[in-house]
Structure formats: structure tokens, C-alpha cells
């Protein structure tokens, strides 16, 4: 998508001379920066998210007075396309960039991103978490520091009365989950009228049949930083879920139809849906409670030890073409001060990136219905320096494939086929 114009743009980076960054920086604020009397203009670019941001702002412009933070704020669509070729030398952009990690690692990669302060590295490795963190990070430097982590694996929302009225206790094994979800699981001809365990959306997929890999001692990683799935562990984890389309459990529809598996469950045709704790906002819009009608719970073990991967998720970023690089890293490093950070967690309801808030009993308190996600957090691993949009694709596209069609003459040879889309993607070798 916007992978073309981001490869034509860096390219633009490395042959062009830097230059000044700012959007709506006027030419009288770069004369008079720093004299007396006069604020120096940091100007930052984010996700849409009205009053988000506004707090945070404020409470740095009193702490540096010195200092004017100017937002603009972009809808997802626009920022990811605005985001690339605002990195162009010549191109208008920001001093400071709130962005979704995987726009941003093949700029890191090419250097039109700066490294961070030290002090602020030092910090960042040692009260980090590991997945939050590695997608800001090349070789032993740090290009950003992250706001939160993401977790789309480890929990699944389940519906309570569901189980209530059936007289059925929470799976806490895999074999038990799997034992509910054939028993609960309704499907005529090709229409699912009860769904039985969901793994299968566009988040979901991938991120179960990574876990499963690891959790059977496997890896998909490779030494040379290719992706293998066609191990041992990768065709079986693949023939697990597989077989719970086969068998009747849930459908291939929510990838078809770009649905998500918490859909059915609190629409009362879904017993259990692997998603995010983020979806647990989305309750009260359809007349939901939790921890009445829904509740969300940890999903059962695939093996022995709990691995999983992850994404790095929201973070900061300063570019290398700016020329206000002291004022942009202190607005980072106020943003990122574990009490500030701490609290902009909390009112946005992100999982944090830092292990101290993790710890904090305060911040377990606000996070009382998904409280145990906050002890999965340290044990993700990060999913790999990919272009995490086509390992989707590939998934999905072979499971689709293996499921309707005679595309692949085994499950191997489909893995084969993911592995080297996803390995060809590679560009952090």
C-alpha cells in the first residue's frame, strides 16, 4: 500500500540534503527562535483523537514555558499516506511524530529517523517492555520511544450468559476449550448460527498461529532474519486451526468479511472471540456489560510455556532532518516520564509500554477487568522487523486457500508459500 512510496521516498532522503522541518513553521519563527521573550515552536503530528493530547500539552507548556507545542491531528488514512512523503527532505513535516510503529521501520532502517537522546535510551532499555520497545530499535540503537504496547493475543472475550445458561465453566486448558467449542458450535450448510471459539479475523489469525508456534518450543524467526513457517510446528499449529473451520467451530467469514470475533459475542451467536483488550470499549455501544453479559478471560495454553508475539504499537519519534532536535526530544521525554505516560495510559485505556506502570498498583486498579493481560505483557516477544500488513495477508490467503481450494497439495507446501511471501517483505537484513 504504502510501501511503493515510502521505498521512492527514502531513496529521496539518502540523496537529498537535510533540511528544516515544521509544518506551518513561518519564516519569522526560525529568525527569532530562541531570543529573548520568544516561545520556540514544537510542532507535533498525530492520530486523530479529539482532546486527546490536550492536557499533556498544556501541562509541558507550563513546566517549559520556553516552549509552544503546535498539533495537527490526522485520521488514520490520511496520516499513514501524509507520514511518508512528509519525511522527504524537502517536504513540510513535524518536529515530532505520534505514530503506529509499522509505518515507520523501514524509515528507521534508512536513517530519516534520529536516534534518541542517551540518557533517554538508558531509560527506555532498562523500564521498557521488550515487544513495546524492539520496533524502535536497530542493532543496538533507539529511534523512538514507545507510548504503549500492543497485545492482540493472550485474552478473548467471552459471553458470560452464554455459558450461565448452558451450565458451562470457563475453559482453562486448550483441550477443554476445544471440547466447549465443538459442543457449542452451530452451522447449517454454510452459515454459522453459533460459533464456538474465533480465532479468525485479521488480527486474530496471525497472532494465535504465532503463539502456537512458540508455545510448542518453536520459532518462525530464522538466524539470517527470514521467516520459516514450515517447521513442525508451524504446519501443525496451521492444521489446528484449520480443523476448527473443518470441524464446524467458527467460519472463514470474519476474514471475508472483514468482521471481528468479538462481534458474535456480544451479539449472543459466539461463545468466545480471541481480540484485544482494546474491544472491551465496544460493550456499552451494543448494550453490553462486562463482567455481567461479557467477560474477558485468559485464552488457554497451546503448549507448556506462555509465548506469544507482538507488534510494537504507538510511539515518538523525532526526524533526522529536524533542526530542533533538543526541544522535540524534551517534549518526548516529558511525554514518556512514567507519571505522565502513566496517566495518559490510563485515560486512553492503552496497555503501557513501561514495566513500572505494569506495577503499579494504581494503574491495576483501572484495569481491574483485564488485569491479568498486565503480567502476559513482558512475556511478548517482538513479532520481527516485517512488514507486519502482508504476514496477514499471507496467512489468511492460505488459509483460505487450504480450506476451499486445491491450491496447495499439503499444509507444508502452503506454509512454503507464506514463508517466502512474508521473507520477501524482509528489509531489515
Same mark, same amino acid.
Given at each position: 500500500?504504502?510501501?511503493?512510496?515510502?521505498?521512492?521516498?527514502?531513496?529521496?532522503?539518502?540523496?537529498?540534503?537535510?533540511?528544516?522541518?515544521?509544518?506551518?513553521?513561518?519564516?519569522?519563527?526560525?529568525?527569532?527562535?530562541?531570543?529573548?521573550?520568544?516561545?520556540?515552536?514544537?510542532?507535533?503530528?498525530?492520530?486523530?483523537?479529539?482532546?486527546?493530547?490536550?492536557? /499533556?500539552?498544556?501541562?509541558?507548556?507550563? =513546566?517549559? $514555558?520556553?516552549?509552544?507545542? &503546535? +498539533?495537527?491531528?490526522? *485520521?488514520?488514512?490520511?496520516?499513514?499516506?501524509?507520514?511518508?512523503?512528509?519525511?522527504?527532505?524537502?517536504?513540510?513535516?513535524?518536529?515530532?511524530?505520534?505514530?503506529?510503529?509499522?509505518?515507520?521501520?523501514?524509515?528507521?532502517?534508512?536513517?530519516?529517523?534520529?536516534?534518541?537522546?542517551?540518557?533517554?535510551?538508558?531509560?527506555?532499555?532498562?523500564?521498557?517492555?521488550?515487544?513495546?520497545?524492539?520496533?524502535?530499535?536497530?542493532?543496538?540503537?533507539?529511534?523512538?520511544?514507545?507510548?504503549?504496547?500492543?497485545?492482540?493475543?493472550?485474552?478473548?472475550?467471552?459471553?458470560?450468559? /452464554?455459558?450461565?445458561?448452558?451450565?458451562? =465453566?470457563? $475453559?482453562?486448558?486448550?483441550? &477443554? +476449550?476445544?471440547?466447549? *467449542?465443538?459442543?457449542?458450535?452451530?452451522?447449517?450448510?454454510?452459515?454459522?448460527?453459533?460459533?464456538?471459539?474465533?480465532?479468525?479475523?485479521?488480527?486474530?489469525?496471525?497472532?494465535?498461529?504465532?503463539?502456537?508456534?512458540?508455545?510448542?518450543?518453536?520459532?518462525?524467526?530464522?538466524?539470517?532474519?527470514?521467516?520459516?513457517?514450515?517447521?513442525?510446528?508451524?504446519?501443525?499449529?496451521?492444521?489446528?486451526?484449520?480443523?476448527?473451520?473443518?470441524?464446524?467451530?467458527?467460519?472463514?467469514?470474519?476474514?471475508?468479511?472483514?468482521?471481528?470475533?468479538?462481534?458474535?459475542?456480544?451479539?449472543?451467536?459466539?461463545?468466545?472471540?480471541?481480540?484485544?483488550?482494546?474491544?472491551?470499549?465496544?460493550?456499552?455501544?451494543?448494550?453490553?456489560?462486562?463482567?455481567?453479559?461479557?467477560?474477558?478471560?485468559?485464552?488457554?495454553?497451546?503448549?507448556?510455556?506462555?509465548?506469544?508475539?507482538?507488534?510494537?504499537?504507538?510511539?515518538?519519534?523525532?526526524?533526522?532532518?529536524?533542526?530542533?532536535?533538543?526541544?522535540?526530544?524534551?517534549?518526548?521525554?516529558?511525554?514518556?516520564?512514567?507519571?505522565?505516560?502513566?496517566?495518559?495510559?490510563?485515560?486512553?485505556?492503552?496497555?503501557?509500554?513501561?514495566?513500572?506502570?505494569?506495577?503499579?498498583?494504581?494503574?491495576?486498579?483501572?484495569?481491574?477487568?483485564?488485569?491479568?493481560?498486565?503480567?502476559?505483557?513482558?512475556?511478548?516477544?517482538?513479532?520481527?522487523?516485517?512488514?507486519?500488513?502482508?504476514?496477514?495477508?499471507?496467512?489468511?490467503?492460505?488459509?483460505?486457500?487450504?480450506?476451499?481450494?486445491?491450491?496447495?497439495?499439503?499444509?507444508?507446501?502452503?506454509?512454503?508459500?507464506?514463508?517466502?511471501?512474508?521473507?520477501?517483505?524482509?528489509?531489515?537484513?
Amino acid at each position: 500500500m504504502y510501501k511503493k512510496l515510502l521505498s521512492v521516498v527514502l531513496v529521496m532522503i539518502l540523496a537529498g540534503s537535510l533540511s528544516a522541518c515544521g509544518d506551518g513553521q513561518k519564516k519569522e519563527d526560525k529568525e527569532t527562535a530562541g531570543s529573548e521573550g520568544e516561545k520556540e515552536t514544537i510542532t507535533l503530528w498525530a492520530n486523530k483523537n479529539e482532546g486527546a493530547y490536550d492536557d /499533556l500539552i498544556k501541562e509541558f507548556e507550563d =513546566k517549559f $514555558p520556553q516552549y509552544k507545542v &503546535e +498539533l495537527t491531528e490526522w *485520521s488514520y488514512g490520511d496520516f499513514s499516506d501524509k507520514v511518508m512523503t512528509s519525511l522527504m527532505p524537502d517536504s513540510e513535516g513535524a518536529d515530532v511524530y505520534y505514530l503506529w510503529n509499522d509505518w515507520i521501520k523501514e524509515a528507521i532502517t534508512s536513517g530519516a529517523v534520529s536516534e534518541i537522546p542517551e540518557e533517554l535510551a538508558a531509560e527506555v532499555e532498562e523500564d521498557f517492555l521488550p515487544a513495546a520497545k524492539e520496533g524502535y530499535k536497530k542493532g543496538d540503537t533507539y529511534y523512538g520511544v514507545p507510548i504503549e504496547s500492543n497485545c492482540e493475543y493472550g485474552g478473548m472475550v467471552v459471553n458470560k450468559k /452464554l455459558f450461565e445458561d448452558n451450565n458451562l =465453566k470457563y $475453559p482453562v486448558t486448550w483441550e &477443554e +476449550l476445544r471440547a466447549i *467449542s465443538k459442543q457449542v458450535a452451530v452451522k447449517e450448510g454454510e452459515v454459522m448460527k453459533m460459533r464456538g471459539f474465533d480465532c479468525i479475523d485479521w488480527d486474530a489469525l496471525l497472532n494465535n498461529y504465532l503463539a502456537m508456534i512458540l508455545q510448542q518450543g518453536g520459532e518462525y524467526i530464522m538466524e539470517d532474519g527470514s521467516v520459516d513457517f514450515a517447521t513442525e510446528e508451524g504446519i501443525k499449529a496451521f492444521d489446528e486451526i484449520k480443523s476448527m473451520i473443518m470441524d464446524g467451530e467458527n467460519s472463514l467469514e470474519s476474514v471475508t468479511d472483514w468482521n471481528s470475533t468479538y462481534h458474535m459475542v456480544y451479539e449472543g451467536t459466539g461463545y468466545m472471540g480471541s481480540v484485544g483488550t482494546w474491544a472491551l470499549a465496544s460493550a456499552a455501544e451494543v448494550g453490553k456489560t462486562v463482567g455481567v453479559d461479557v467477560e474477558y478471560i485468559p485464552t488457554p495454553l497451546y503448549g507448556d510455556e506462555l509465548r506469544y508475539a507482538a507488534e510494537s504499537g504507538w510511539g515518538l519519534i523525532v526526524p533526522e532532518k529536524c533542526e530542533k532536535k533538543e526541544a522535540a526530544w524534551e517534549f518526548v521525554k516529558f511525554w514518556t516520564e512514567k507519571e505522565n505516560l502513566q496517566k495518559y495510559n490510563e485515560e486512553q485505556s492503552q496497555l503501557p509500554a513501561r514495566k513500572s506502570i505494569c506495577e503499579d498498583a494504581g494503574f491495576r486498579e483501572s484495569c481491574k477487568d483485564y488485569e491479568f493481560v498486565l503480567d502476559i505483557l513482558p512475556k511478548g516477544e517482538y513479532i520481527g522487523y516485517y512488514d507486519t500488513t502482508a504476514m496477514r495477508y499471507a496467512v489468511i490467503n492460505a488459509m483460505i486457500a487450504v480450506c476451499t481450494t486445491d491450491d496447495y497439495a499439503s499444509t507444508k507446501e502452503a506454509c512454503e508459500a507464506m514463508s517466502k511471501e512474508v521473507s520477501d517483505t524482509y528489509f531489515g537484513q
